[in-house]
């Protein structure tokens, strides 16, 4: 499948300025990331779009190809979507891959690409299930409901669904998923999604999946055995560093 990767990268950030070089094992944040995606086989290209200097300079040095993006985007599909239409306009697939993932695995991108061989499916992502009571209650883990299919049916930042046994003092197993934010987007379904304007789910659960949903946009899932940590705060980096001193 014709499928391009970009990374978005953008340098200011409220928790963590300047994240993406942010050195992690004597190397930038962003090129764990590059180095990550270059081993997905499904992958025609990575492209590292930012709207900073100081860090298309840091991917050109370590051999990624990078392009400069408007600094004005609410979000970083918006400049993903610019990077498509930009420098990969024959592209059938494009992969959202953030720059604050260097856990991610090349088989995660695989997977997601190859969900869009479903063609009922306008988007892919993926889910691992929640092991951990305090994942399940947690409202920065975004849990993800689908059906029999694996498509979509809600994301939310509340422990759904609610287990009726569990909320009555039974201590029935947990079966919920967290969503891990990778997509893989048909282009003309990216182009959509970015050309909408945000939904009320989306506003009151700040999470732009939801505006596809409510769109009519259908987005398959796949489990995976996989679990990331996304670098928010410099205090993320050190738990990424001991995953990274046993990442196999």
């Given at each position: ?5 970009v990374?978005?990268?953008?340098y ?6 300047g994240?993406p ?10 090129q ?5 995606a ?12 930012t709207d ?10 370590f051999g990624?190809?990078?392009?400069m ?7 970083g599909?918006d400049?993903?979507a610019?990077?498509?239409r930009?420098?990969?306009?024959e ?5 959202n891959?953030q ?9 995660m991108?695989?997977?997601v690409i ?8 306008d ?13 399940f209650?947690?409202a920065?883990?975004v ?8 498509f979509?049916?809600y994301?939310s930042?509340s422990?759904v669904?609610?287990?009726m046994?569990?909320g009555q003092g ?6 919920a998923?967290?969503h891990i ?6 282009k003309e ?6 050309g ?19 769109n009519?946009m259908?987005?398959?899932?796949k489990?995976t055995?996989?679990?990331t940590?996304?670098?928010d705060?410099?205090e993320?980096l050190?738990?990424?560093e ?7």
């Amino acid at each position: 499948m014709d499928a391009f990767v970009v990374i978005p990268a953008r340098y200011f950030s409220s928790r963590f300025p300047g994240k993406p070089l942010a050195p992690l094992k004597g190397k930038p944040l962003l090129q764990h990331v590059y180095e990550r995606a270059k081993g997905a086989r499904l992958a025609r290209e990575i492209i590292v779009a930012t709207d900073d200097r100081r860090i298309l300079e840091a991917a050109e040095s370590f051999g990624a190809k990078a392009i400069m993006t408007s600094g004005g985007h609410p979000s970083g599909t918006d400049r993903v979507a610019e990077a498509a239409r930009s420098v990969a306009p024959e592209a059938r697939i494009i992969v959202n891959l953030q720059g604050d993932e260097p856990l991610i695995r090349p088989e995660m991108i695989d997977d997601v690409i190859m969900l869009l061989e479903d063609e009922r499916a306008d988007i892919g992502t993926l889910v691992k299930k929640i092991e951990k009571e305090e994942e399940f209650t947690d409202a920065n883990i975004v849990k993800a409901v689908f059906n029999g299919e694996g498509f979509a049916l809600y994301f939310s930042r509340s422990p759904v669904p609610f287990h009726m046994d569990r909320g009555q003092g039974g201590k029935g197993p947990l079966k919920a998923y967290k969503h891990i934010g990778i997509y893989a987007y048909r282009k003309e379904a990216l182009m959509r999604l970015t050309g909408l304007p945000p939904t009320a789910l989306e506003e009151a659960e700040r999470l732009e999946q939801l505006r596809a949903l409510e769109n009519g946009m259908a987005i398959k899932i796949k489990e995976t055995q996989y679990d990331t940590i996304g670098v928010d705060t410099p205090e993320d980096l050190l738990k990424v560093e001991e995953c990274l001193n046993t990442y196999s």
